[in-house]
Nanobody, 113 residues
Framework: QVQLVESGGGLVQAGGSLRLSCAASGRRFSSYDMGWYRQAPGKEREFIARILYSGTSIYYVDSVKGRFTISRDNAKNTVYLQMNSLTPEDTAIYYC??????WGQGTQVTVSS
């Protein structure tokens, strides 16, 4: 069982940055691939980024490549999402997931124009 708690969301102006954190409880965090998804109002949940359990491979959806960076600290049981050059289209609830089996409650990101 893994419990995930996201934090770091908020309101930011276009062009700004936010850093999301996802703290995991449980003893097997380092064995899970970790990911970030987002869901905008009226839209389906969308994959954003994934980092393998070892940290050796990372994947991004095209729309965030070059702007977002996923990273993890297995010693702290935490995965991060650094978001730069934010646009209003990035407004959504952001969720982290462990192996697509466990999900956090989400954190709201709102980007104003």
């Amino acid at each position: 069982q893994v419990q995930l708690v996201e934090s770091g969301g908020g309101l930011v102006q276009a062009g700004g940055s936010l850093r999301l954190s996802c703290a995991a409880s449980g003893r097997r965090f380092s064995s899970y691939d970790m990911g970030w998804y987002r869901q905008a109002p009226g839209k389906e949940r969308e994959f954003i980024a994934r980092i393998l359990y070892s940290g050796t491979s990372i994947y991004y959806v095209d729309s965030v490549k070059g702007r977002f960076t996923i990273s993890r600290d297995n010693a702290k049981n935490t995965v991060y999402l650094q978001m730069n050059s934010l646009t209003p289209e990035d407004t959504a609830i952001y969720y982290c997931t462990a192996g697509n089996s466990y999900w956090g409650q989400g954190t709201q990101v709102t980007v104003s124009s």
